[in-house]
């Protein structure tokens, strides 16, 4: 892992931040985009990218994805319904393990055991995509062991009133 790590930081990178958020928390996302577009930072959303007749959508946001220093991913009670949200999820973590990708999680009005154990309202969002994926457990499993993997990493925890 320390070759994975000392390579991140010599290699150029495209975006300084991948910002990853489910769309139904568009407005702390945009907040924390803003902030940080304000600071100087280089950061990469969905929206920043534009399809076109060569490549699919998914396969330029995975490579966004793959060209950004660090990925900010905002774990909210709305992300887990959204299998979108989990497989690009699953690709920072594999970023991570692959070139030691640098994940900031945020938790929004959820708590990082209930990520890690996949209980309240993001299990019950989790267990609709097990339902989605029924047909390939091993997903589940990539997705389950993801979630595990971030909830681990210490992050902010934010409560709205």
Known sequence: MASASSSSLTRQW????FLS???KDESFASELYDALVEGGIKI???DDIVPDKETALSSKIFTAIENSRFSVIILSKKYAFSDWCLEKLAKI???QNEIGQTILPVFLDVYPSEVRNQTGKFGEAFELQIEYFEENLEVVKKLRAALIEVSNIPGWTLHHA
């Open 21 to 23: 958020f489910n769309r």
């Open 44 to 46: 990469c959303r969905d």
């Open 14 to 17: 495209e975006y300084d931040v």
């Open 93 to 95: 973590v594999e970023r």
